[in-house]
């Protein structure tokens, strides 16, 4: 049987300011943008990324638009009920965060 893993390796550059959330849990997530260019020049891909972790989130919080990164993480898929029901999207969620 294969062994399938989850890893996502991200380089690319902030696009905004990183900002910190309060959950209804109390827990808190900073979450921030990562843009990169795609491998045939042709337009750019952005990711959302979130730091769970009380040291990535003061390391993601340091971090300033247009600073160029390295992530190291896992995907997944966020899910919420909102006004119009179920809603979802797909998310890093940070491991490793370095600034290049």
Known sequence: MASYKNRVDLVGRISGEPAEKKLPSGDSV???R???DRDDRDGVDTFDVAAW???LRRRALSLKAEDWV???GVLRRR????A???SSRWQVEAREIERI
């Not at 899910?79 to 909102?82: I, K, N, V, Y």
Request: hydrophobic residues 45%; glycine residues 16%.
């Open 30 to 32: 900073v979450e921030f």
């Open 34 to 36: 990562v843009v990169i």
């Open 53 to 55: 972790k009380s040291q």
């Open 70 to 72: 390295g992530i190291k």
């Open 79 to 82: 899910f919420w009920r909102g």
């Open 84 to 86: 119009s029901g179920v």
